[in-house]
């Protein structure tokens, strides 16, 4: 059974709701669909939520990282080779907090770039499907269906108010 | 005025991506000319030495640092329109986001420089870099030099991660509309982005973060001065004084970037009378906020009368640096305040001329925090002098042509209003219109349709 | 471990500059030439600070040999970001040449303004060369500077000390500028050996150090002139 990709435009975000809840209806699972827009569609998910991004653990160990990457490097190397600079200590909480501070903060800064990449498919390495002409408006609707299923999702999405019909 | 359906919308912010005039062309040949100075005095003071420049003893810096804490304080600009304005949901910050992450990136990259101009044996300048190497050595974290080396990376990082990240849906869109060399660039750039719904609530996801590096870099910044014990430096003021500052000059020069993008890739549509009006109005507030501060920093130090502070005073009040200084306040806040404060004067030509006053007094305020206290020692036998020599000059103003130079290329390379975020908004906007004609509408239809044919 | 410390009596300068010309000798100073000395990038390790008091006919001229202090709380040596500065346990304050990169924050840092930069490299037309002291490096430019109380002749006296397997004496180390001084103004030695006669004169009624309220902790103790 070789799985192809139904491709279909749609003009309204309504119109596509539809065809979704017409396709869930006819069994066919939210997993093998997704929804393409040119920018984020305010209201209700098209789908239902799969998995919340984690982008906030990202963050949070890279911040934790960044702590102890931070405390660290100003307290190990100033006691490494200790050095009496006007009479301060070699080690203080001032410096070593400010230091620790930055780190956590460019910690959680790459953290959520690496998170944000890996929770988005980024780079599109498994060549998912896309329609170039979502960027000019409306909704792209992707269905993932073997070949026994082709002809419902068809009729499933043309009854809807497909404006554009593309297998790849 | 018709709202722009989204066809019309990236046809008009990636017309500049795709089409370039001659004028284009020559402005860039001038701005490479003055970057080149920058270069090649540079190779001249490594040469020669760094006593190239006019510095001296007692004045050891001079506008080397001046010119790195000026772009390190325009860096600014971008963190507080889109950061601040994102967290507190204002609309109309849209259209000004790419333009400010735009102008903090290049700034923090023509700042950075300086740190390694100014260097006296400037080829060593990786022995501040804490890698271990060879030497055993590592930098010493107590200097606020080191300080600034940690914060001013952090904050290069966030900021270009923040002007990456939401660029990558527009990169899609170039990509798609591109042909030939640019959509490979373009391809490579968007990371095969879709808009699937996940990767639209992953993107929406902002920077908190950069907020509170934005106010430690600035603050450590100021720190190379407070830090030391030198008469008007040892402030306790300079952090908050300094940050203030700092968003001050970033948002007039924002201003000029925005009249200009304006102006030249024809976006009157998209970038608004309110948006500069609205932008004019936190310009004021600024300017009210650095009068107070530099009001407050020098009745202080006046009524305290401490002997070693008192010289240096009055050479900024009435002393040598005295036409220096008041011209400082004319162009940081006796111009502005009026054109800021009335309406009726708050035009776009203005509001750019009070910008211009500012980043010019914004200059002035660096250096008149640096070289009187510095030609002012302790020692009264050290008094000393200072005057910028030729090859100090051109670096200093070479690096203008640089980060303006930057901020072109970048212009020609994305879109300067980020297209997602600005069709978004219209989307909002249309919602809330729908909501408020007819409260039971609220989700039927939504906004950001278009109608096929179009 | 000994302390180094100086004492300046005020009362015995004349002003006849001695010690700087013996400073320049010993320690390899570049001579900057008239345009460089007009910019103010002379090196004068130890200068004499003139100062003019009162009005004609009662003026005075008072004279202060200022050098590099030693501070035991030295705001030079924290902000160095390379540590190319730091305090060393005999408390002398330590600048490692080959470690400076030049970002000059030191010299910003010091109230006395006893930090020296080298602008250009110097350059000593021959015979000049030949008059340079080996004990002292040559230092090129981009690199701070300042005194170091003859830091080559105190490890020279510890060393031959060591040799001879005794301590050092009292009045052994003399840093160029006390050994050409001829009215004996300046005293250099030991300030933990309670009978040296730098602590002994670090005690006198008339001693005080330069800029104290700022807590920079000199290790150089001036005396006042007597009827000052």
């Known amino acids: 059974m070789t799985q192809t990709w139904c491709l279909a435009k749609f003009s309204k975000p309504l119109d596509a709701r539809l065809a979704i809840r017409r396709l869930l209806q006819e069994g066919i699972q939210p997993e093998s669909m997704?929804?393409?827009?040119?920018?984020?569609?305010?209201?209700?998910?098209?789908?239902?939520?799969?998995?919340?991004?984690k982008l906030r653990t990202w963050a949070l160990c890279g911040a934790a990282l960044g702590l102890l990457g931070g405390f660290a490097l100003s307290t190990v190397t100033a006691l490494n080779y200790p050095l009496i600079k006007g009479g301060m200590p070699i080690v203080s909480p001032w410096t070593v907090g400010l230091i620790t501070y930055e780190t956590t903060m460019l910690g959680a800064v790459l953290a959520t770039l690496v998170g944000l990449l890996v929770e988005t498919g980024l780079p599109n390495f498994k060549n998912l499907p896309y329609d170039p002409s979502v960027v000019d408006g409306g909704v792209v609707l992707a269905v993932a269906c073997g070949d026994n299923s082709r002809a419902s999702v068809e009729s499933a999405v043309s009854a809807a108010g497909a404006t554009r019909v593309n297998w790849v | 005025m018709a709202t722009p359906n989204e066809a019309q919308i990236n046809r008009d912010l990636l017309a500049p991506l795709f089409k370039t005039g001659p004028k284009y062309y020559i402005a860039l040949a001038l701005l490479g000319a003055l970057t080149s100075v920058v270069f090649i005095a540079w190779a001249v003071q490594l040469v020669y030495g760094i006593g190239m420049s006019g510095k001296n003893r007692p004045s050891f810096w001079g506008l080397y640092i001046t010119t790195f804490v000026f772009w390190i304080g325009i860096s600014h600009a971008g963190t507080l329109i889109s950061a601040i304005l994102r967290v507190v949901q204002a609309e109309w910050r849209r259209p000004i986001t790419r333009c400010a992450e735009a102008i903090t990136t290049f700034a923090l990259i023509t700042g950075s420089l300086f740190p390694l101009i100014h260097l006296g044996r400037a080829w060593l300048f990786y022995w501040m870099v804490p890698i271990p190497n060879s030497r055993y050595l590592w930098p010493n974290f107590q200097s606020p030099l080191m300080w600034d080396f940690i914060a001013i990376n952090t904050y290069l990082t966030g900021s270009v991660t923040y002007l990456y990240?939401?660029?990558?849906?527009?990169?899609?869109?170039?990509?798609?509309?591109?042909?030939g060399w640019r959509q490979k660039m373009y391809r490579t750039l968007a990371l095969g982005w879709r808009g699937t719904e996940r990767q639209w609530v992953a993107i929406s996801i902002m920077a908190l973060i950069i907020i509170p590096v934005a106010v430690s870099v600035h603050t450590i910044v100021s720190w190379d001065f407070a830090m030391t014990v030198m008469p008007m430096w040892h402030s306790t003021i300079f952090g908050p004084y300094f940050v203030v500052g700092a968003i001050f000059s970033g948002i007039a020069a924002l201003l000029i970037a925005m009249v200009l993008i304006r102006h030249y890739f024809h976006l009157e549509n998209y970038l608004e009378p309110i948006h500069f009006d609205n932008l004019a109005k936190m310009l004021f507030a600024m300017s009210l906020l650095w009068f107070y501060f530099t009001f407050t920093e020098y009745l202080v130090t006046w009524y305290g009368n401490e002997a070693p502070e008192m010289p240096v005073f009055w050479s900024k009040i009435s002393g040598r640096f005295a036409p220096l200084f008041w011209l400082m306040v004319v162009c940081n806040f006796v111009i502005p305040f009026p054109i800021l404060a009335i309406k009726k004067l708050r035009t776009i030509p203005l509001i750019v001329f009070a910008s211009s006053c500012i980043l010019v007094g914004m200059w002035l305020e660096r250096f008149l925090i640096i070289v009187p206290t510095l030609t002012h020692p302790y020692l009264p036998y050290n008094y000393g002098t200072y005057w910028p020599s030729l090859t100090e000059a051109a670096i200093a103003t070479g690096t203008l042509g640089l980060f303006v130079l930057l901020y072109f290329l970048f212009a020609k390379f994305s879109p300067m209003i980020s297209i997602w975020e600005y069709e978004e908004g219209l989307q909002v906007a249309s919602k809330h219109a729908g909501e408020l004609a007819d409260p039971s509408f609220a989700g039927q239809i939504v906004p950001g349709d278009v109608h096929p044919g179009h | 471990m000994p302390q180094w410390g100086m004492t300046i009596d005020l009362d015995?300068?004349?002003?006849?500059?001695?010690?700087?010309?013996?400073?320049?000798?010993?320690?390899?100073?570049?001579?900057?030439?008239?345009?460089?000395?007009?910019?103010?990038?002379?090196?004068?390790?130890?200068?004499?600070?003139?100062?003019?008091?009162?009005?004609?006919?009662n003026i005075r001229a008072r004279f202060m040999p200022v050098m590099c202090q030693q501070c035991d709380a030295a705001p030079c040596e924290p902000v160095c970001p390379v540590n190319a500065t730091y305090h060393t346990p005999d408390g002398l304050n330590a600048q490692v040449y080959n470690r400076c990169?030049?970002?000059?924050f030191c010299a910003n840092n010091c109230p006395y303004t006893v930090r020296y930069f080298t602008w250009f490299t110097p350059e000593w037309p021959s015979p000049l060369n030949e008059q340079l002291n080996p004990d002292v490096s040559v230092r090129t430019s981009g690199i701070m500077e300042k005194c170091t109380f003859c830091v080559q002749r105190i490890r020279r006296a510890q060393d031959t000390a060591k040799d001879e397997t005794r301590g050092v004496r009292d009045g052994e180390i003399q840093p160029a500028c006390a050994q050409a001084c001829p009215a004996k103004v300046l005293v250099f030695g030991d300030l933990s050996d309670p009978d040296s006669q730098v602590s002994q004169l670090s005690n006198s009624r008339r001693g005080y150090r330069l800029l104290e309220e700022l807590g920079t902790r000199p290790r150089v103790v001036y005396l006042k002139e007597a009827d000052a």
């Open chain 2, 165 to 179: 990240l939401p660029m990558i849906p527009d990169m899609a869109v170039a990509r798609d509309k591109a042909t």
């Open chain 3, 12 to 57: 015995r300068c004349t002003g006849c500059e001695a010690c700087m010309v013996a400073c320049h000798a010993e320690n390899n100073l570049p001579i900057v030439g008239p345009e460089q000395a007009a910019m103010g990038r002379t090196h004068q390790w130890i200068r004499i600070e003139r100062y003019w008091e009162g009005e004609f006919p």
């Open chain 1, 34 to 53: 997704e929804v393409m827009t040119s920018q984020p569609i305010h209201g209700e998910p098209f789908l239902p939520e799969k998995k919340p991004t």
């Open chain 3, 101 to 104: 990169v030049g970002t000059r």
